[in-house]
């Protein structure tokens, strides 16, 4: 049988990593699998600004290496592997990746959630190119420029307001004639003299140049089937996100949209198992807030275990 760990982290974002750090200090010698996108969403951004503690910011990726590396400064391990299924029906816990599995008493769900997309062709070419799924990291960057926001949600609406603080021009794209967002805030954007609507319309491709920067999209109307090509200088993907929690079967339970509920703190409905970031938050997706909310998930792991390690 596998050593039975005191815990296992799921996950590489700023909660899972911090999770690390700190489970890692107190001697817990962390196993981290980092899943099939090492460092989280953070590592698909470039320049972060807002993370506190870089003056001139940080590139996304190299934030995640420096984390990762803090953690295992501290004995924490790291595994580039994805977690298929897990068992929480008894203890210890069973973690099952690729033909293994491990043992853990505690376990941190930090796996985070994605940004959809809209599944166009070479898509992922344009992140961080002009192509964003998050205005409050990325917006400063289309200081006086004309870009786009797609989606008719709550999101959209909010992220195409706080775009105006920035752009010169927010065209939001959605597929229909009508927003799903609340009154209060189509209200706000439509007096918002910056924004336009497109309505009825969706992007079919990405434009670029010939450094592969994105200058423009084909926009295809949804009723009549028409294409046509405009030039823009950035796009905001707000169409929702899917929290990653497949893995878990139903075995926690999640809100309709499947993230991760919390009780008191950290944890989860589950004894001993706590989540931490984006995979339990709807609100912030920050990643101070998800590095913060690992360090809870860790802390709340070592009284866990103090209280009921024998
Ligand atoms: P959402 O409510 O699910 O809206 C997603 C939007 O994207 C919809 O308008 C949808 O169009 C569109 N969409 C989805 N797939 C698409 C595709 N493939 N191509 C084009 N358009 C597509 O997601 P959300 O706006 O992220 O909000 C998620 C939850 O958080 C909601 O409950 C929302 O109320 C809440 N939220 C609240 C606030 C706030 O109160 N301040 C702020 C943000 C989010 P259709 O309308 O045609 O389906």
């Known amino acids: 049988m596998p050593e039975v760990e005191n815990t296992i982290i799921i996950g590489s974002g700023p909660a899972g990593l911090t999770a690390a750090i700190y489970t890692a200090r107190a001697n817990l010698r962390p196993l981290v699998f980092e899943g099939l996108q090492p460092g989280g969403q953070l590592t698909i951004t470039t320049e972060v600004e807002n993370y506190p503690g870089f003056v001139d910011g940080i590139q996304g990726p190299e934030l995640m290496d420096i984390m990762r590396k803090q953690a295992e400064r501290f004995g924490s391990r790291h595994f580039y592997e994805f977690v298929d299924k897990v068992d929480l029906s008894e203890r210890p816990f069973k973690v099952y990746v690729g033909g293994n599995v491990h043992l853990a008493k505690t376990l941190i769900i930090a796996t985070g959630a994605s940004a959809r997309y809209l599944g166009i062709e070479d898509e992922e070419k344009f992140q961080g190119r002009g192509l964003s799924a998050c205005a409050t990291c990325d917006g400063f960057f289309f200081r006086d420029k004309e870009i786009m926001v797609v989606g008719g949600g709550d999101s959209a609406v909010e992220e195409a307001n706080f775009l105006t603080r ?10 229909r004639d009508s927003l799903r967002a609340s009154k209060i805030m189509q209200d706000r954007l439509m007096a918002n ?3 336009s609507m497109l309505w009825n319309k969706t992007i079919t491709k990405y434009l670029p140049d010939e450094t592969g920067q994105l200058v423009g999209v084909t926009l295809q109307d949804t009723k009549t089937g028409e294409e046509a090509d405009t030039p823009i200088e950035g796009v905001f993907m707000a169409i929702g996100h899917t929290p990653n929690t497949a893995f878990l079967e139903g075995q ?6 499947g993230y991760l509920l919390v009780t008191a703190h950290t944890n989860t409905n589950v004894e001993g198992v706590f989540a931490a970031g984006d995979v339990a938050d709807t609100r912030y997706r ?6 913060g909310h690992g360090c809870q998930a860790a802390i709340d792991v070592e009284k866990w275990l103090e209280a009921n390690d024998e």
């Open 166 to 175: 920035f752009a010169k021009k927010v065209y939001v794209v959605h597929r």
């Open 252 to 257: 926690l339970s999640t809100d309709d949209s």
């Open 193 to 195: 003299p910056k924004v």
């Open 286 to 291: 920050q990643a101070i807030t998800a590095a």
